[in-house]
């Protein structure tokens, strides 16, 4: 009830000053004085880490002087009858970096109105590392010409020194030159928890090369009974066996008599993969 000397009125509500209209919502100790607003402190309310859930604006305000004030809603000072709050959001990017600039804005009944900012600042990164360099590729290779590994570097938009673990495993086939090389690189994550990329390259190493004799081959000759030479001791090097037996064999065709016959001299070898010549 009115006690007659400016207390509270019935409704619940403080009675405004002359020039004032009384207010249904939360009114202030008046006197005609434009509204005064305080934000929050920045970054109240916004989760630690990347790419976060900014908090929504304030729909209500703390009065200056309430005993329990809320630290997520503006204050406000003065201000005449009915206040309004309202709220927008502008959004910078530089890089990794965002910012979110809240302006409050409050208005009395007289339209008297004042504005504060919030800002909350943090890192947006949802994109993972990326190789820096040309990805090497499946391929088919001889047994004596596997390329070395490449080496590969990443980075990532935000965060820096991105590491690449390499590994090699060798799968044996049907002989000891003839393997398949699984080479996978792959990136760490980033700072932000987007997961590393991964390149697996396979490389399909085989032995279709012959070895060569190392000396000159003796030709075919015709020589009397009393001249016949002594076989050649051929040896034989290949691209991949480093150990390449050379088989002889020497075959006699006997002619119309005992002293004339022709010899077939061969001289075979083959490499561990089966791959043949002979002379």
């Known amino acids: ?11 619940g509500t403080t009675p405004a000053s002359p020039g004032c209209t009384q207010g249904v919502q939360k009114v202030v100790e008046v006197g005609g004085l434009p509204p005064i607003l305080t934000c929050p402190a920045d ?3 916004l989760p630690v880490g990347c790419n976060p859930t900014v908090p929504a604006a304030a729909t209500t305000f703390n009065l200056l002087g309430d005993s329990n004030p809320d630290p997520a809603l503006p204050t406000v000072e003065d201000g005449c009858g009915t206040l309004t709050l309202t709220s927008s959001d502008a959004i910078s990017d530089n890089g990794c970096t965002r910012t979110v600039t809240r302006t409050y804005t409050i208005t009395d009944q007289n339209g008297d109105s004042d504005t504060c ?21 499946d ?10 590994a490449a080496t590969l570097t ?12 390499f590994m090699e495993v060798r ?19 980033d700072d ?26 003796p030709g075919d000759i015709t020589v009397e009974c009393d001249a016949v030479p002594a076989e050649e001791t051929l040896t034989a ?14 075959t006699r065709t006997d002619g119309p008599c005992p002293q004339t016959y022709t010899l077939n001299r061969i001289w075979r070898a083959m490499d561990d993969c089966g791959n043949p010549v002979s002379r």
């Open 1 to 11: 009830a009115d006690d007659g000397n400016g207390g509270v009125s019935p409704d």
């Open 43 to 45: 970054d109240f309310g």
């Open 117 to 137: 900012e919030q800002t909350f600042t943090f890192t947006v990164d949802t994109d993972s590392p990326t190789f820096n360099e040309a990805l090497p590729m």
């Open 139 to 148: 391929m088919t290779v001889e047994c004596d010409a596997v390329p070395a």
């Open 154 to 165: 990443a980075t990532d938009n935000c965060t820096p020194d991105i590491m690449v673990s």
């Open 171 to 189: 799968t044996n086939g049907a002989c000891p030159q003839t393997y398949t090389l699984t080479r996978t690189w792959t990136t760490e994550g």
């Open 192 to 217: 932000c928890g987007n997961p590393g990329i991964t390149h697996v390259q396979i490389v399909n190493v085989q032995d279709t090369t012959s070895p060569t004799f190392n000396e000159a081959l």
């Open 237 to 250: 090097s290949d691209n991949c066996d480093t150990d390449v037996p050379v088989s002889f064999n020497e």
